[in-house]
């Protein structure tokens, strides 16, 4: 990777180019065909990165097309989280296996003292697909039937969930991003395998080649030149190396910016004290501020976590409503007519400070619209809250310190330090 390659990594605020178009795509409904077209078209590569591979009936005819494109000469590599796709993977490895599809697990736990390894509780959160670095998804949505949840069975109503399809400049940093996970959780295995190989080895200058050979990434074909679309979008990761902060900190500087509006969807809802009073000020100033929380819970701890902050939104001005007709997933915010976010970051500690997350930023009037309409949507099917669940008082201090004290906890046993 050159440093003009690099350089959206390296710089602290979001880098946008201009030139792309992004469609927003709503469920697994609308967003597999789209990636399973993309990848029929591939002509060099594919990079699929996710925190969920599911062994049901839309994984599954995710992973044949994987496989058809494998068969016919494209290189295709899947990443997937070893925690998230820890019940699937026999099932992952017996549909790939001598299909052409190399496999890689982020941070596997396949025995039971992996979780004493430093970094386990910091997951592969990301959901991301690149082809040929001309077409890429990114978004909130696993590889898993919208209609199927892992905790609760099947479901009548689909997850509300989002993703964006990509053309254009802002390809190459996602297609990076995934080579990248794919090259960080597939040679870590290799390197330790392939070193002790050396080291028994009879020819050891011709093993060393092939090690050497091995651990080089090739950078696939070159970008895309900028489409019709006149789109600036930008892509966010947040990692623990050079951008722990660059997610939240795009939240923020847009929410401190908003004059009008800002509305956001976030299943689990906890964030920290700026981001909370940044909130807070916007509402003070007189800009409306709606949030979308789940109302349908599939973790009570998540909720928890969310409503011990209503009293302290709603007190300010800030509208809370809660998702009742299914499971909420999304992870998007737009603030004013042309900023809008969508991507696989909830507002809460493990994907603001822990996990590896993805997030697109894009500045365009046309797609905040679309993404307000669903929006919108998705209000007029919620229930508001208008009263916390508890009224103020020794009962509620007591939940919300309750959630304070593990959150600080779990971070600290992740090893972040200072306070959240």
């Known amino acids: 990777m050159t440093d003009h390659e690099s350089a959206w990594y390296a710089q602290r605020d979001a880098s946008f180019s201009g030139g792309n178009e992004v469609a927003l795509l709503t469920g697994g409904d609308q967003l597999f065909p789209a990636m399973q077209q993309a990848i029929a ?48 993977l026999p099932t992952l490895r017996r549909w790939f296996d001598g299909s052409g599809v190399a496999l890689a697990v982020f941070r596997p736990i396949d025995r039971w003292y992996a979780w004493l390894q430093p970094g386990q509780l910091r997951r592969l959160h990301q959901k991301l697909l690149a082809c040929d670095t001309e077409r890429a998804f990114v978004g909130g949505i696993n590889v898993i039937d919208d209609r199927n949840d892992l905790n609760h069975g099947a479901t009548p109503e689909p ?17 990076q991003t995934a080579r990248a996970m794919w090259t960080r959780a597939a040679f870590g295995r290799d390197w330790r395998d392939e070193v002790i190989a050396l080291a028994r080895s009879a020819e050891p200058v011709a093993r060393a080649r092939s090690l050497i050979q091995r651990l080089r990434v090739s950078p ?25 902060r660059a997610i939240e900190r795009s939240y923020i500087d847009a929410l401190s910016r908003a004059r009008e509006r800002i509305d956001l969807i976030s299943p689990y809802f906890y964030p920290g004290r700026l981001f909370r009073r940044v909130l807070r000020d916007a509402a003070r100033r007189g800009v409306r501020v709606r949030l979308l929380l789940q109302g349908k819970l599939d973790y009570r701890f998540a909720g928890l976590a969310a409503q011990v902050l209503y009293d302290e939104m709603l007190s300010r001005g800030v ?57 919108e949507q998705a209000v007029q099917v919620s229930r508001e809250v208008t009263a916390p669940p508890l009224a103020p008082g020794w009962v509620s201090a007591l939940r919300r310190g309750f959630v304070a004290w593990a959150a600080n906890w779990y971070l600290r046993l992740a090893g972040i330090s200072g306070r959240y």
């Not at 696939?220 to 050079?242: I, S, T």
């Open 41 to 88: 078209r591939a002509r060099h590569d594919v990079w699929l990165a996710t925190y969920i591979f599911h062994d049901d009936a839309a994984a599954r005819a995710m992973a044949d097309t994987l496989i058809d494109a494998a068969r016919r000469g494209v290189r295709v590599r899947v990443v997937v989280d070893g925690f998230g796709s820890k019940a699937s």
């Open 159 to 175: 997850r509300l969930d989002f993703a964006v399809a990509l053309r254009g400049p802002v390809v190459g940093p996602v297609a």
């Open 220 to 244: 696939g074909p070159e970008p895309a030149q900028a489409h019709a679309g006149a789109v600036r979008a930008a892509f966010l990761v947040r990692d623990n190396l050079r951008q722990r």
């Open 319 to 375: 509208q809370i409503y809660e998702y009742t007709p299914a499971f909420l997933h999304a992870k998007v915010a737009l603030v004013d007519d042309d900023w809008a976010t969508v991507g696989s970051s909830n507002i809460d500690p493990l994907s603001l400070l822990l996990n590896l997350e993805a997030n697109v930023v894009v500045r365009d009037a046309a797609f905040t619209a679309a993404l307000a309409a669903a929006f």
